[in-house]
């Protein structure tokens, strides 16, 4: 039996066993709802885990070594929303862009359903799980807005695109919608080639492969590097519809992954952690 | 891994899915002897799907000058190296390894990632020969200084690895017509399939973030028509049909004719496994070690028929119905020196007499009182 079948089996039956470590989340008494609240302060109380991640063993493509070996987190909780602070080492800040450029990313993801946990691999049919997945190429969106070919290439020179043809004597120039037909995503209607309104895309999947985008996203993030460092806050309410709902004082799981965009990490090529991590969220 | 029958190589091989084939399958048959990189096709391709933003490099259909010339830089010799020596008998199923079988177990296929300025010279070697003509050399038939134009599309493949290589199942085969399709609304630019087509013919948007491809002018298609880059050939080099696996080849179908009953027109670089559905008849004056590198190991029985060909008037036929309408023929027959196309239903499209009629005209024209001359 080669290493790599060993290690698929082995995680196929690990997979719904949780690790030993476990997040607490604390309570406060300031709005998580708002970004501005994730000082410093409000973490001071809560406990930092370390969780273990290996190189997605599961999918291919995938990656060769583990790029990211730890994810520190903590959590708190102010009874409406939950908040994690995920920190992690990256040799580079990267914002993808280009071809070949790829984002820093991190993931935190929950089961929809009570009961045991779905397979913790993006979950199975009729065992959905849901995603939180903040970019760093989603901030920037955010922060600056989606990139325009001369952002990407300053030095570029087209002629001219028909898409922005005018012909001021006679017609106005074209409306979005029949722009857009030149952007073949955007006609499609695909989240990806859009603005995004936030750094965290929500994200409903049952297995690998199966992930999509849902529309009213809630989520909030922010992240900071420094220092080769990586520390992103990704915050949400406790209760979303049809989604992962949390309950004061009640057991849970997540899981976590993180891409590095340095190593070309994307999609399935990523670190994972290997079991569900149980989730407390303290009553008080 | 599933074992699938691939016709190309002669045997079974590795492949990510089970085999599953399509009704009809796109393809086209390119004259390689006619091509004078006039890029038409290229152009008629980008007016017609690329013109937006993020395409500006984006050619779905491109012509390159071999041996040197490549878009993107280096493709074909840099997926051969990747894919390492491998060894093809003449007569034998195909012993080497494809890039499936190839493949490190943590990948779908063997591969290399172009990067972005990979791209940015689609023109790179155009009309480069491989060697220099010194000064009072004269020329041999074959050719030992010697280049041949290339045109290029999506090959719709068989077993594409564009399609086996998406983690998000993004991409599909169309049951009707075995046309590849990015869903352009699924893709998240992952580059999978960027990184893993050996034809590179997947090509990333960095304006919509994900990546894009040839469609095979599937809606032209749809409605019987070749696709842009065929109809305005004007050297009329191409032809696009539905072809089908050997053993369920037509002789009245024209690309059936040209690939399985003729043998004139070969895959390129079926050894790699994908059973691409871009089809090649070889020039006649290149390198013919180049030419098996790249066509396999029957490009010389191949050339050897194309040479013969003033000795079959079907053949002959078949040619001049190349470009001569831009609709699909779907079966074709040549009778008393006219050559006839019908569509789906067996109704005749076109006709078109295997040798022009010469018309000879006097020197001298009597009603105008003038000395006719050839002026070009």
Redesign the interface.
Known sequence: M?L?KFILITAAFVSSVASAAEIKAIKITKDLSKLTAFEDSIWKGAREESISLMAQPM??????TTTTQLVKVQAVHDGQWIAFKLRWNAESKNEA?????FSDAVALQFPVKEGPPPPVFMGAKDHPVHIFHWRAQYQRDHEKGK???TD?YPN?N?DM???EFKDPGHVEGLTEEKREV?????????P??YQKAGAVDEIFAEG??S??VIQNRMSVGQGTFKKGEWTVVIARPLKRENGSVLEPGKGSYVAFAVWQGSK?E???RKSVTMTWTPLQVNGQ | MAKVKNWHLKREMEYPYEESRPKRQWAIVFDLNKCIACQTCSLACKTTWTSGKGQEYMFWNNVETKPYGSYPLAWDVRVLEKLGHQQWERHEPYHGKTIFEAAEPSERAVHFHPTDEDWMYPNNGEDDCAGNVPHGDHINLPHDKWFFYLPRTCAHCTYPACLASCPRKAIYKREEDGIVLIDQSRCKGYGECVRACPYKKSMYNPYTRVSEKCVGCYPAVEQGYQPMCVQNCIGKIRIMGFVNPPWKSREDNPVDYLIHKKGLALPYYPQLGLEPNIYYIPPVHANREYLAQMFGPHVDEAIERYQKLREDPVAQGLLVLMGSTDRIIHSFKVTSGIAYGFDEKGDEIVRVPVTEPILERAAFDPKYGTVRNNTP
Not at chain 1, 97 to 101: E, F, N, V
Not at chain 1, 182 to 190: C, D, E, L, R, V
């Open positions: 080669s790599s999918a291919n493509p995938r990656p060769k862009g280009k071809l070949g450029q990139p325009e070919m990407l570029m087209p695109y028909p898409m030149y952007s073949p995503g955007k006609a499609a209607g695909n990806q080639s690998f492969g992930s999509s070309q994307v999609g399935s």
